[in-house]
């Protein structure tokens, strides 16, 4: 498929119109349908921003540019050729059919051999009054110098004048790519946010650093995995032995943030080399880690287990909610002798007597 007809099936894909196109990219909506076209006629011969145009509308939609980026280029460069040709054409047809003036011949009158004398006696006798003056050449000078120096002063204003154009030109561009992608991050943010699926977080003692993750939601589940950087530290994370994210060469000197599609019961590793209090969320909920006694500045690993549950403490041999130790076997502490009566076992209704 041509480069138009990817970006048109695109647009239609995301069940946007043209106008919606359009309030995205600030473009006019006849602009976006000559590009879906490949109508570059419509630019009026000025295909100096085309590319712009159609690189904005790619980014607007989601389409890599880089890919079609070159088609691009050498469809504009094919219109600028074929529009150049034509007028071409038509500059010579305009000559071809002009009509051609006829050289009309002067009839010089043939003068005779006494006038021609008489004519060059007058012109040596003339010649000293047509000598030029000193004060006149000079005043020659300088009227020739004078209309050079405007010349050239006027070609640098006007090439300084060109040069500002251009140079506002380029910063408009600019400006309007980073618009471009300054929305087209919005949009890859908003869409994100709406994919980002519901989860619930649960921890257990019996395996320390392993967070269980849970969802009402059908897999696959879209995770933002979030971690705050406060210094300089390496991130991995891995599944299985296999690094996905992260790099376990280069330290993180920034936020890291990375999205996981899990689309299965599968574990997840997070590896900090050197922890210092560091935040980590997945979809926005705080996972929870204490690391060990002095542990700051230290590896931590979290097991992230996604769709799993948590161990169940095996108790078939504990007592309930009592602990084993409080009754050693003996009756040394509880007096059923003589001492009964201090704690109310004495006989208070005279039996004994």
């Known amino acids: 498929m041509t480069y138009y007809q990817i970006l048109k099936q695109r647009r239609i894909d995301l069940k946007l119109s043209i106008q919606d196109v359009a309030v995205q990219t600030r473009l006019a909506p006849e602009y976006i349908a000559a590009i879906e076209e490949n109508d570059l006629d419509v630019f009026s011969d000025d295909y100096s921003f085309v590319r712009y145009f159609v690189h904005a509308y790619a980014n607007a939609i989601g389409v890599n540019w880089e890919a079609i980026s070159v088609e691009v280029d050498q469809t504009i460069k094919y219109h600028a050729h074929k529009k150049n040709m034509a007028l071409t054409q038509a500059q010579r047809r305009i000559v071809e059919n002009m009509p051609k003036a006829q050289a009309s011949k002067r009839s010089r009158k043939k003068r005779s051999h006494f006038q021609s004398s008489i004519s060059r006696a007058s012109r040596s006798l003339h010649w000293s009054k047509r000598k030029l003056s000193p ?7 300088i009227v020739a110098g004078g209309f050079l120096l405007t010349n050239m002063v006027s070609s640098m204003l006007s090439a300084n004048e060109a040069k500002a154009r251009e140079t506002a030109r380029q910063a408009e561009l600019q400006k309007k790519e980073q618009e471009t992608q300054r929305l087209s991050q919005q949009r890859k943010e908003a869409r994100l946010e709406e994919a980002k699926t519901a989860l619930t977080l649960s921890e257990t003692a019996d395996v320390p650093d392993t967070v269980y993750i849970h969802s009402d939601q ?27 994210a992260g790099d376990a060469d280069q330290a993180q000197t920034a936020d890291f943030s990375t999205v996981l599609e899990i689309g299965s019961a599968e574990t997840y590793r997070l590896v900090i080399s050197s922890y210092k209090n560091n935040s980590i969320t997945l979809n926005g909920q705080v996972v929870a880690y204490t690391p060990k006694e002095g542990g700051q500045d230290e590896p931590a690993q979290i097991e992230l287990a996604f769709d799993q549950s948590a161990p169940v403490a095996d108790e078939s041999n504990g007592y309930g909610q009592w602990d084993a130790s409080w009754y050693d076997g003996s009756t040394e502490d509880y007096a059923y002798g003589e001492e009964a009566a201090d704690y109310g076992y004495g006989d208070p209704y005279g039996y004994g007597e």
């Open 218 to 244: 059908a897999m696959p589940w879209t995770v933002q995995l979030n971690v705050s950087v406060p210094s300089e530290t390496k991130i991995e994370v891995y599944k299985g032995e296999e690094l996905v």
């Open 135 to 141: 004060l006149a050449l000079w005043g020659i000078v």
